[in-house]
C-alpha cells in the first residue's frame, strides 16, 4: 500500500523529481482542481473543512474591529469600492481583489487562524488567503454550499500539498523562505472554481498567480526593529494576487502553461532549493491533505504556542495570582531569545511575536483572543510587571530540533513563585495539529467566543456554517456578518 503523501519528508536531492514524467503536474493539478466533485469528498474531510471555514469566519469576526482591520477597510475603498463584495466590519461593499486583500488581512489580524501542519512543522495560513478567496466569487453569482464545500476542498488540496512538496532544506530556510506567499495558488484555485473556470482557464490562472506571488519574506519581518510589519504571514497579498491572476484571465492575459514543472519551476521561483512532484500527484482525489489542517489555540505566532501553553499550566496549577510571581523561565529554541523578547510592543500584531506580553495577558487573567490586545492591556503596569520577569534560556534539544527538518517548536517554563516553590512544565509541540489534536468542541467553542466578542448571535451562523451542505445560496447564510 503506497505511503500517504503527508508520511515522507521532501527531504532527498532535488535532481531526482524531474525527469521525464515530471512534466505533467501543472496539467494534472488543474485538471483536479477543475473537476473535483462534492461526492468525491470524503465526508470526514468535508466536515473538516467546515470546521477551518467556521473558525476563519469567527477569527474575522473578533479581528474586525483592530485598528489593522480599519486600515484594511480604507485601502480596499481605494482600491475597488462600488462592488458586489461584502467586507468583515462594514455594510460597504467592494471589488473582488479589494474585498479579498481586506478580509484576508482581518482574518489574520489576531493570528489566531489556522495552519497547516505535519509532523508539528506548520507550514503556513491557508484559510486566511482561501477562504476571502473563495467569499469575493460570491457576489457574481448565487453558489450552492455543496458549491462552494468542493471549492474549498480543491484549494486547501492543491495547497497543503504544494507546500509540502516544496519544504527547503535547513539551510536554504535560514536564508530565505515564504510563510504564506504560495497561499496564491490556493486562492486562486477557490475563486476560479467558484467563478465556474473549467480546467484549461484554471492552469492559465494559476500560470498568472505564480507571476504574481508575492516575495517570500519570513526574514524581514523587522525581528529586531520593531514593531513587526504588517502584512506578517503574507497571507493577503497572496490572496489578492490569486483573484486577480483568475480575473486577469477571464479578461484575455496569458499565464504560464508549466508553472510547476522543471527545474525552474515555482518551487525554484519562491527561493526553495527541492521540490518533490510525487508529493503533488501521487494519490490526488484518494488520499487528502485538505482534512489536515491545524487549529490555534493562543492569538500569537505559532512558535510561542509551547511556551504559552507551558507557562499557562504552570501557573494554574500553582494557583498563583501575578503578584506571586518572582519569575518565569522558559527553555526552548535560540529564535524565541533572538527575535521575539520584545517586552513593550507598540500595536497588537507586534504583541503577536512578543512572549513577555503574551504571558504577561495569561497572567493577568484575560481570556485569549481580541481581549489580549485592547489599550487597556497595554497599558496595564501588572502585565508589564509579569512580561520583565521572563527570561528565555536555550535548551540544545529543543534548539536542534526547530534548526532541523523537522522545524517543531518545543519549550518547558517554570515559574518560580515569592515563597520559593517552583511549577514546571514541558510541551513538545503545539496544541491543535496532527500531533496533539483538538476535538470538534474546542474549535465551536472557540468560535462562540469570537462571535459574542463581535456582538454576533454565534447560535444560528455556527449551525449554518457546520450544515453548509444544505445551503442554497451562501452569500445569504453570511449575510448576517456582514449587518
Known sequence: MAKHPASRDASHDPSAHHGPGSDHVTREVAGFAAQLDYDAIPATVRHRIKLHLLDTIACALAGAGLDIARNARAVAARMGPGGTCRVFGTAERFAPVAATFANSVIANALDYDDGFEVNGKGMGHPSASIVPAALAALGARRVSGREFLAALAAAYEINNRLILAMQPTARRFRQVYGVGQHQTIGAAVAFGRLSGFDAAALRNALGLAGALTPLPSLHKYNWRTRPIISLKDGVAPAAQAGVQAAIMGEEGFVGSADLFDGPQGYWRMIGSDRFDTSLVTEGLGRQWLAGKGSFKTYPACRWLAPALEA??????????????????????????????????PVNPIDAQFSLPFLIGAIATGRAAGAGWFTSDAFADPLLHGVADKVEV????????????????????????????????????APLGGELRPVDDDLVIGKATENMRLAGIDPASLISSILDIDGVADVAGMLEPCFA
Open 311 to 344: 507557562f499557562e499550566l504552570a501557573y494554574r496549577h500553582a494557583g498563583l495570582a501575578a503578584s506571586d510571581i518572582v519569575a518565569i523561565r522558559i527553555a526552548t529554541f535560540g529564535v524565541v531569545a533572538d527575535k521575539l523578547m520584545e517586552r513593550r
Open 393 to 428: 534560556a536555550i535548551d540544545p534539544a529543543m534548539d536542534d530540533l526547530m534548526n532541523g527538518s523537522r522545524r517543531r517548536p518545543s519549550a518547558t517554563a517554570t515559574v518560580v513563585a515569592t515563597d520559593g516553590r517552583e511549577f514546571h512544565r514541558s510541551i513538545e
